[in-house]
Nanobody, 118 residues
Framework: QVQLVESGGGLVQPGGSLRLSCAAS????????MSWYRQAPGKERELVAA????????NYADSMKGRFTISRDNAKNTVYLQIDSLKPEDTAVYYC???????????WGKGTLVTVSS
């Protein structure tokens, strides 16, 4: 069955960095657009970044440009999110999403919590 398993979250001090990972299984990873979303306490889920199936193109929400870097390794069925210069407002649950390049529907992981605090 389809699984998206996020990891790499935790407690980090402001100014620090994290690399989140999302390991995928149960579908043809290289045919899917992969995205990261986040949901802060009391707020709606929002797009952070997306990457095309071949990794050739990326897209970032305007507010995420500069400190967030999405990448993928199709040989490992894994997508990554590097977050630098973390701020307290980056505190959120970060979710991995997979949607087919052609077709409908998508899959979600259960999320990994990132807490930025001193």
């Amino acid at each position: 069955q389809v699984q998206l398993v996020e990891s790499g979250g935790g407690l980090v001090q402001p100014g620090g960095s994290l690399r989140l990972s999302c390991a995928a299984s149960g579908f043809t990873f290289s045919r899917y657009v992969m995205s990261w979303y986040r949901q802060a306490p009391g707020k709606e889920r929002e797009l952070v970044a997306a990457i095309t199936s071949d990794g050739g193109s990326t897209n970032y929400a305007d507010s995420m440009k500069g400190r967030f870097t999405i990448s993928r390794d199709n040989a490992k069925n894994t997508v990554y999110l590097q977050i630098d210069s973390l701020k307290p407002e980056d505190t959120a649950v970060y979710y991995c999403n997979a949607r087919p390049t052609y077709g409908l529907g998508s899959y979600w992981g259960k999320g990994t919590l990132v807490t930025v605090s001193s």
